[in-house]
């Protein structure tokens, strides 16, 4: 069992930074897939970013096109924390973001067991 609560969300002007954490419990935080994912109203929750380890220091980190170069998504397995460092922040970045863990690094909602509650993210132009 995986427990999932984020944290960092705001308002920010457009061109701004914010980073988003998520604290994970249970002892399967270090094997676990870890993504974050969004959902803008009237809108499909969409894959942000994704990470795996591949070994003890490697790791894998998938991003969609609207946000590569943008974010950058980290881990601190000592901290059981996921984080989502934003950059260069848009308008249509403006969405609540969801933590997920899961078997298996994914860019699908259905690859991810345990979800967070979301926090709110509101870039203003």
């Known amino acids: 069992q995986v427990q999932l609560v984020e944290s960092g969300g705001g308002l920010v002007q457009a061109g701004g930074s914010l980073r988003l954490s998520c604290a994970a419990s249970?002892?399967?935080?270090?094997?676990?897939?870890m993504a974050w994912f969004r959902q803008a109203p009237g809108k499909e929750r969409e894959f942000v970013a994704a990470?795996?380890?591949?070994?003890?220091?490697?790791?894998?980190?998938d991003y969609s096109d609207s946000v590569k170069g943008r974010f950058t998504i980290s881990r601190d397995n000592a901290k059981n924390t996921v984080y989502l460092q934003m950059n260069s922040l848009k308008p249509e970045d403006t969405a609540v973001y969801y933590c997920?863990?899961?078997?298996?690094?994914?860019?699908?909602?259905?690859?991810?067991?345990?979800w967070g509650q979301g926090t709110q993210v509101t870039v203003s132009s």
């Open positions: 997920a863990a899961g078997p298996l690094r994914s860019t699908v909602v259905g690859g991810y067991d345990y």
């Open positions: 249970g002892r399967t935080f270090s094997r676990s897939a």
């Open positions: 990470h795996s380890w591949f070994r003890s220091s490697a790791y894998f980190a």
